[in-house]
């Protein structure tokens, strides 16, 4: 508990979220053609549940360790609502952006599913963080 305390004081979670942020984007436009080849449609899809679920955890602890007593609902519409927006975005670069992906709605429903579930383990799990 001390050690998870003391990373939650620093800047951890917001270094930790810039650069797992700035990974996605550079994965997500990353031309299609040079990754493994296997059944695409399962392993995309809980690829994209699996790094929001992990984009939205470091957001909302990044968040919440920093606006402590603040509105929690708030911070969950907040932080929940930027990182659907970030999806959408990522799938309109892949469309526009390159010459090897599309955009795909369900990719876009695989996010809200991680982020969905971001949201409720957080909630399950904030009680460690002191929040």
Request: aromatic share 20%; with cysteine.
């Amino acid at each position: 508990m001390v050690l998870i305390r003391k990373v939650s004081e620093g800047n951890c979670f917001l270094l930790a979220g810039i650069f797992y942020t700035l990974f996605i984007t550079v994965f997500s436009l990353f031309p299609s053609q040079d990754l493994p080849k296997i059944d695409w449609f399962t392993a995309d899809k809980i690829g994209h549940i699996g790094m929001h679920f992990i984009l939205c955890m470091i957001w909302l602890l990044f968040y919440f360790t920093k606006n402590i007593g603040r509105d929690f609902f708030k911070g969950i519409g907040l932080v929940f609502g930027l990182c659907l927006f970030y999806g959408i975005v990522i799938e309109i670069f892949q469309e526009v952006f390159t010459a090897s992906r599309t955009a795909d709605v369900f990719d876009v429903a695989a996010n809200v599913i991680g982020s969905t579930l971001g949201v409720l383990v957080f909630w399950k799990v904030k009680p460690f963080f002191k929040i």
